[in-house]
């Protein structure tokens, strides 16, 4: 039996670990995971530009992010997701920071180590074989005292067994990486060796969370994805699934699409669901049932926070239907602002742009309908549109609050709103 859930985002606990090592090291290069690496990397290399006590403050900063995101990755991959989480500067950054200080002292022992000093190795060693376990509580552990008792790591590193070892060696090259970046010579190997340093940081945190999967329910840990599965009948999506691939074998296309639109009518249809439906409808060429379906499996895609499908799921509507937006405005607005950090300068417009228009009334339609202006002028060069537009959003919201910047946006753009612009 294979051991291997059938739904693309959640790994079953019982595949081997063999299995699971295999493919991890790719885990830091995958979907949001990458950008982060690079993100982080680049982040890391401006801090240098910086003076004196700032450059040293922002670097700091930088490794406390570094240590969010892959305390998230543990956390994500200790509850059975296999993808890396979404990009995020928000979170709990004091397990973080405990970890940057422990991997900091980790660092001074490897500076006295590199003079040498047979102590600092020692001390180095044991940094090296301990800093995973205190990551992985740090992780999980409300209490920071609580996560720093010794008796707490040694039991998780007899219940990991001989497999703890491949973290703690992933650890190790993670050190000698450092020195490499210490000692690399010119500003393309400095970013090269501390781009490296992240990926097995990353790396690292990922066969941390593997580890605590697999042995969940010696550990006392829920897998997240494991009660997501339960509750949404995972189990029969997976067999359905089976099911509708050997009917389109068979060319059984219409009862595969039959199967599939009886189970997407009941309460909680999974995203699997949706894309085979959808692969289904795109290769008959049905574009109205193609945009209808999208409106549902984009709220479900939102409701699981899959940010980032539900943008390319976006994209592809609006390649349909220019005029496509989401059916409810807090989707639209969530999109928008993804679009928009995510520099997917042409979608976030089109929602801004189309949010006033779909929703006049709604309290956020100044807001998006500025973003849009916004985009336009400082992403876009088109000031001139931005100003039309600016003067069309001060016209239909000049009574509602957002009055002052829509003029602060045109003084700053030159564009000096009229003395008889008055409320529409």
């Known amino acids: ?216 329910e010696a550990l006392g840990h829920q897998p997240d994805a494991d009660a997501l599965s339960a509750a949404s009948g995972r189990n029969e999506d997976d067999n359905l699934l089976r099911d509708v691939a050997e009917l389109i074998a068979d060319n059984e296309r219409d009862t595969a699409e039959s199967l599939l639109r009886d189970r997407l009518r009941e309460r909680h249809p999974t995203a699997s669901l949706f894309e085979a439906h959808r692969n289904l409808l795109r290769q008959r060429g049905d574009r109205n049932a193609l945009l209808s379906y999208a409106q549902s499996h984009l709220a479900l895609l939102l409701s699981e926070d899959q940010v980032r499908p ?24 969530r999109l928008a602002d993804a679009a928009t950090a995510q520099g997917m300068t042409q979608l976030a417009l089109k929602l801004a742009r189309g949010y006033p228009n779909r929703w006049p009334r709604d309290e956020k339609a100044p807001h998006y309908g500025l973003l849009a202006a916004r985009l336009l002028a400082e992403r876009m060069g088109q000031v001139a549109e931005a100003g039309v537009l600016a003067h069309k959003l001060l016209r239909a919201f000049g009574d509602r609050p957002e009055r002052a910047e829509i003029e602060a946006f045109l003084h700053a753009h030159g564009q000096l709103p009229g003395r008889n612009e008055a409320p529409a």
């Not at 003076?51 to 240590?67: D, E, H, K, M, R």
């Not at 074989?129 to 039991?155: M, Y």
């Not at 190997?189 to 940081?201: A, N, S």
């Not at 539900?310 to 390649?319: I, K, S, Y």
Request: glycine share 6%; with cysteine; proline share 8%.
């Open 1 to 216: 039996m294979n051991a291997r859930s059938t739904h693309p985002d959640i790994v079953d606990a019982r595949t081997p670990l063999s299995e699971r090592f295999f493919r991890s090291p790719l885990y830091p290069l995958r979907n949001a995971a990458l950008p982060t690496l690079v993100a982080l990397s680049i982040a890391h290399m401006l801090t240098d530009l910086l003076p004196g006590l700032i450059s040293f403050a922002a670097g700091q900063v930088v490794w406390a992010s570094i240590i969010l995101y892959a305390m998230e990755s543990l956390r994500r991959t200790a509850d059975g997701y296999a993808d890396p989480p979404e990009i995020t500067m928000y979170g709990d950054y004091a397990p973080a920071v405990a970890m940057l200080v422990l991997q900091k002292l980790g660092y001074v022992a490897l500076y006295v180590a590199l003079m040498p000093h047979p102590t600092a190795w020692l001390v180095l060693l044991i940094f090296i074989v301990l800093l995973p376990v205190i990551a992985t509580a740090l992780a999980f552990e409300d209490s920071l005292l609580g996560a720093l008792h010794p008796a707490r790591w040694g039991r998780a590193i007899y219940v990991f067994g001989p497999a703890y070892l491949l973290p703690v060696f992933v650890g190790l090259l993670e050190y000698l990486s450092y020195i490499g970046y210490l000692v690399a010579s010119g500003w393309l190997g400095h970013v090269l060796w501390f781009t490296l340093v992240i990926y097995l940081c990353l790396l690292q945190f990922h066969l941390l969370g593997v580890l605590i999967h697999k042995h969940h």
């Open 310 to 333: 539900a943008l390319r799921l976006t994209t592809e509507c609006l390649h349909l239907d220019p005029n496509f937006m989401p059916d409810q405005p807090e989707s639209a607005a």
